[in-house]
């Protein structure tokens, strides 16, 4: 039973080593300062709590998003170094950095190192400038702090110090720190393990390795813990491994290393429970304790992925599993497991023994352990995989050049396999020679049979299908001779077509994939040939055929993947680059254990799930050699591992070694500018999730990134700001967005990417952003404003109210001025004395005068009356009902008096308005008190118009006997009323204050000699 078992365990490591000697070296990606690293020496590496990677250099700290680097060095005296040995951030988020001159925090409000003592606001101490090793946080949260020549000292949350191996001899041997399984620390000096648990008081001695060898020196460089069993890195023994629970000790001496590892400088393990060792100068170790695979990778000039350099001074997996180790001189270096599933078989060479070739256009099996290659210029390769050994069959005759370009291999007989190459159809018997294998079937005299691009042979039959450049025929490998074949419609004869991949039904059909005439399918037994009809299909070239089985023959063509359903004879779609497919040139097609199609193009590897309708993309960046492969060449074994040839040499893999990439976080904001000038410093956005702006502060920049550091490149992003954008904006790779001229308000921008497989994470990053109103904008200022207006307005309205009102009043006043007016015109005592005149005149039998008279008192009180309900008269018609008035008074006064009227032409033909009678009652004061109390009948009456600008002036002048003798002969009151009167409408007609009536009185030799009465009316 135990020697079974030994059997079967040793059995399991000799074919992990086999699969270790077919392992491809790791890739690594590389960051140098000529990515923007602020030196090239790696001393340490962490992650912060939002996913940053932290980078230590000679030269400072550096913040890496993925994309690029932000620096930070400590701004203080020139004496303090900005070299950051040790690196840790703790649970709480803190990031704790370790110098040769002491220990500092990270203020994540001002990006800014403050010492240790500063930033816990406590007095100057040790701490801050002792030179630090390592920086270590156990499962309570102390932080332990390993110094070069001061010893330990452990910090709790708040920086209150714990002191150890302080003593001399001691405080200058510590050489690293661990904690296992079970929660206990562990800390290794030159020598020796200590241990410390929970109510210790101190560290205590666990052993001594200087047991082990005691002749020889031991220095101990790093530790690190798995289960029970401490992995020890020493500076001459390599690795120890001290079992804890049973204190046994042993080395570590893979087989695959049979000289060793040596001056080990740093140790971790990774989620997986792999060992990664870094040495001084043998580069980098993987060790699986599972597999017992060790893989060891070292700096190669011919290999873009390798380390660059060989000198590791740290390591460190974030939380995506990725691994980054520091190099002295190199930089930093990024293993991605992402990148190291896909192997590649290339050309050595430095070493034939391999590949002969790297432009493969043939993979054949029989489903057994070899894999037989067919080259360009090499001729077959058969690769045993389990024993990883090569054996190359070239032609080396004279004439066999052209026999080592191999299109195309099919099964013969035992150990036999038949050949389509450039000069024909050849034998390769397996049993012969390498050099002896080939035996040629097409000769100069049959060139038709030359250039072949496939050979197929049919189950069940010892016919070969061969097709070249010159159609299509069948070969007889019992005979050993070719076939006179022509079909039954001679589509052969005159067609020729050109098979690049052939696939056999169940019932025995031949599906053919042609160059130029696309889709053919040929039945045996009825020896016909049918072109299949692909509707849709913008191309005649097929590159491969696979039947999934499950109804569905699948096309590679030169314009997409064809899936064609067989029982219902039609194309069901065509699969291009617009539904995800890498490229439109499909050349192989292969399909895994979980029923997914993986697809060669001409831009990698696709790998296409039919239930989810979605394709996955792989180029180089995933570790394949290059992106271009070549016409049916790949292969799938029993197993599932998967062969695919190009012009790059040979891509191996097993599809259930490709992770689904899901890990997938929020992006975080990484900047936000104004006017292109910084506003809100990424440091300060780091702690908050909402920004304030002034109004003119409405044109910004937003900046952004997922901290997904596999395939970073391939991550999209897409935001919208509410308010503002409806849907989400995709930005491709864009990292930014920008907004002009927002109005105020608040707005939330969002943000949300998709990892390297079209991904997209839930929860999108948010942040509010408020843009303040400028004063006039604010509620307040829009109440006032809106009070001031109501005010107005209710101004304006009582303002109206008022006008109307004075209006009202104003017409109202005019209307009484103008009855009293028509009242003083309509006087009884002036009516009466002009029809006693009229009648005087009847009475002396005076009838003509008696008519001439009647004629003009009628119409002077119908002009009255006319205009007695209008405001304005035209000057004209006020002139004729003033001349009408006038001579009535002569006659009643027995023509004592003359009148004149003077007036421009051109007053009267212009349309002049006036207050009807306006100066009527000047007129009549004239004649009453002043020309009929004069003596003698030589009295003088004349009224003078003209126009000054916009006014009507009036002169009323007579030679009567002045306004002093007129008052006392009648009675003041009565001499005043219609002066007054007409004194108000001129006020009210002029819309003014003081009428502009002017009284004077004229004299001569100081007597009085009558008055002059000047009035001036607006022009309406």
């Known amino acids: 039973m135990n020697s079974s078992r030994y059997c079967i365990t040793a059995l399991f490591l000799i074919v992990c080593q086999l ?48 994309y690029g680097f932000t620096t930070i060095r400590q701004p203080l005296q020139p004496a303090v170094s900005n070299q950051m040995d040790a690196l840790l951030t703790g649970s709480d988020g803190r990031l704790w950095a370790g110098t040769p001159d002491g220990l500092f925090l990270l203020d994540s409000h001002s990006n800014q190192l403050h010492a240790f003592s500063n930033y816990f606001h406590q007095p100057p101490a040790l701490i801050d400038s002792v030179s630090i090793l390592q920086l270590f946080e156990d499962a309570w949260r102390n932080t332990w702090i390993l110094t070069r020549y001061h010893g330990l000292f452990v910090s709790d949350r708040d920086g209150r110090l714990q002191h150890f191996f302080s003593e001399p001899g001691q405080k200058d041997r510590l050489a690293g720190i661990t904690a296992d399984n079970k929660k206990r620390v562990w800390i290794a000096d030159l020598n020796t393990l200590y241990v410390y ?166 993979l054949f099996s029989n489903g057994d352990e070899h894999l037989y290659i067919g080259s360009q210029n090499g001729g077959v390769v058969k690769w045993n995989t389990s024993q990883n050994s090569f054996t190359s069959y070239k032609d080396l005759s004279t004439d066999g050049v052209i026999h080592n370009t191999v299109y195309g291999i099919a099964a013969g007989d035992e150990n036999i396999l038949w050949l389509a190459t450039w000069g024909g159809l050849c034998k390769l018997n397996m049993e012969a020679a390498p050099q002896k294998a080939f035996q040629t079937f097409s000769t100069g005299k049959d060139a038709s049979k030359t250039y072949l691009y496939t050979v197929f042979r049919p189950k069940h039959s010892q016919l070969l299908l061969v097709s070249g450049m010159n159609g299509i025929y069948q070969f007889d490998t019992e005979k050993e001779q070719w076939l006179n074949w022509i079909d039954k419609d001679s589509l052969l004869l005159y067609s020729k077509p050109v098979v690049r991949c052939f696939y056999e039904d169940a019932q025995q059909q031949i599906w053919m994939g042609t160059e130029g005439m696309g889709l053919l399918r040929y039945s045996p037994s ?31 063509t030169d314009n997409g993947l064809v899936q064609y359903q067989l029982s219902a004879k039609q194309v069901k779609k065509i699969w291009q680059t617009a539904d995800g497919l890498a490229n439109n040139v499909v050349y192989g097609i292969l399909r895994d254990h979980q029923h997914r199609l993986w697809l060669s193009t001409n831009n990698g590897l696709s790998c296409f799930d039919a239930v989810q309708n979605r394709f996955f993309n792989y180029d180089m960046g995933y570790g394949l050699p290059g992106l271009e492969y070549n016409t049916s060449c790949c292969y799938a074994s029993v197993e599932g591992t998967m062969y695919f040839g190009g012009i790059d040499g040979l891509t191996w893999f097993h599809p259930s070694n490709v992770p689904a990439d899901k890990f997938n976080p929020s992006p975080v904001i990484t900047g936000f500018s104004l006017l292109n000038t910084t506003e809100q410093p990424e440091n300060v956005l780091q702690n908050q999730t909402a920004i304030s702006l002034q109004h003119t502060q409405n044109f910004f920049n937003i900046e952004f990134s997922s901290l997904n550091y596999s395939h970073t ?15 989400w904006v995709n930005s491709g790779t864009r990292r930014s967005a920008t907004y002009t001229k927002l109005p105020p308000g608040r707005y ?53 109210i008022s006008n109307i009102r004075k209006q009202a009043a104003l017409q109202h006043k005019i209307s009484t001025t103008e009855m009293m007016a028509l009242r003083a015109q309509m006087n009884p005592h002036f009516i009466f004395n002009c029809i006693n005149s009229i009648d005087a005149l009847i009475q002396s039998n005076d009838k003509y005068n008696a008519t001439v008279y009647l004629n003009k008192f009628a119409r002077l009180i119908r002009n009255i009356l006319d205009s007695s309900n209008q405001h304005v008269v035209p000057l004209q018609k006020d002139l004729d009902t003033l001349r009408l008035y006038i001579e009535l008074e002569q006659l009643r006064n ?127």
């Not at 392992?23 to 602020?38: D, I």
């Not at 992650?47 to 890496?64: A, H, P, S, V, Y």
């Not at 500076?235 to 079992?243: D, K």
């Not at 040939?529 to 590679?556: C, H, M, V, Y």
């Open 713 to 727: 490149n391939r991550t999209v992003y897409a935001y919208k700001l509410s308010g503002v954008d409806d849907n």
């Open 894 to 1020: 027995e023509h004592k008096f003359i009148a004149e009227i003077e007036v421009p032409e051109e007053l009267l033909q212009d349309d002049v308005k006036v207050p009807p009678l306006i100066i009527q009652p000047y007129a009549e004061n004239a004649i009453l008190h002043g020309l009929r109390n004069r003596p003698g009948n030589n009295g003088h009456l004349r009224i003078s118009l003209f126009r000054v600008g916009d006014q009507l002036h009036y002169v009323i002048e007579d030679n009567g006997v002045g306004r002093n003798a007129a008052i006392t002969a009648i009675r003041r009151e009565n001499a005043s009323y219609g002066m007054a009167m007409s004194r108000d409408r001129v006020k009210l007609f002029n819309k003014e204050t003081d009428a502009s009536v002017q009284i004077t009185d004229l004299e001569e030799d100081d007597q009085p000699a009558g008055t002059r009465i000047e009035v001036q009316l607006k022009i309406q």
């Open 19 to 66: 699969a270790a000697g077919r392992q491809s070296p790791l890739f690594f990606e590389s960051y140098t300062m000529l990515n923007g690293l602020s030196q090239n020496s790696g001393y340490s590496i962490t992650q912060d709590k939002r996913g940053f990677i932290w980078m230590g250099t000679q030269e400072g700290l550096n913040r890496f998003d993925g």
């Open 197 to 362: 648990e929970p109510g210790m008081k101190a560290p205590s001695v666990s052993i001594n390795l200087t047991t082990v060898s005691p002749d020889k020196t031991l220095r101990i460089r790093s530790i690190c813990a798995t289960g029970d069993e401490i992995w020890i890195g020493t500076a001459e023994q390599g690795i120890l491994i001290w079992n804890t629970k049973t204190g046994d000790i042993r080395k570590f001496a893979p087989s695959q290393q049979n000289n060793g590892i040596h001056a080990i400088t740093c140790t971790i393990i990774d989620r997986q429970q792999r060992i990664w060792i870094g040495t001084r100068n043998e580069g980098l170790y993987r060790y699986d304790p599972a597999t017992s695979e060790l893989i060891h990778c070292q700096y190669a000039d011919d290999q873009p992925g390798s380390l660059r350099k060989d000198f590791v001074l740290s390591l460190f997996e974030d939380r995506q599993g990725l691994i980054w180790i520091g190099l002295s001189g190199g930089g930093f270096a990024k293993y991605d497991p992402y990148n190291s599933i896909f192997h590649t078989l290339r050309k050595n060479y430095r070493n034939n023994s391999e590949l002969t070739d790297n432009m493969l256009f043939s």
């Open 748 to 800: 939330v921008f969002q943000v949300r990417s998709a990892n390297s497989q079209g991904n997209w994470n839930a929860d999108p990053v948010s942040l509010s952003i408020t843009i303040m109103p400028a004063f006039w904008q604010t509620k307040w200022f829009m109440a006032a404003i809106l009070l001031l207006v109501i005010a107005f307005i209710w101004w304006l309205i009582r303002r109206r």
């Open 526 to 556: 009825q020896n016909k040939i049918t072109a299949i009809e692909l509707p849709g299909l913008q191309t005649k070239n097929i590159r491969s055929l696979f039947n999934d089985g499950n109804g569905f023959l699948w096309i590679g």
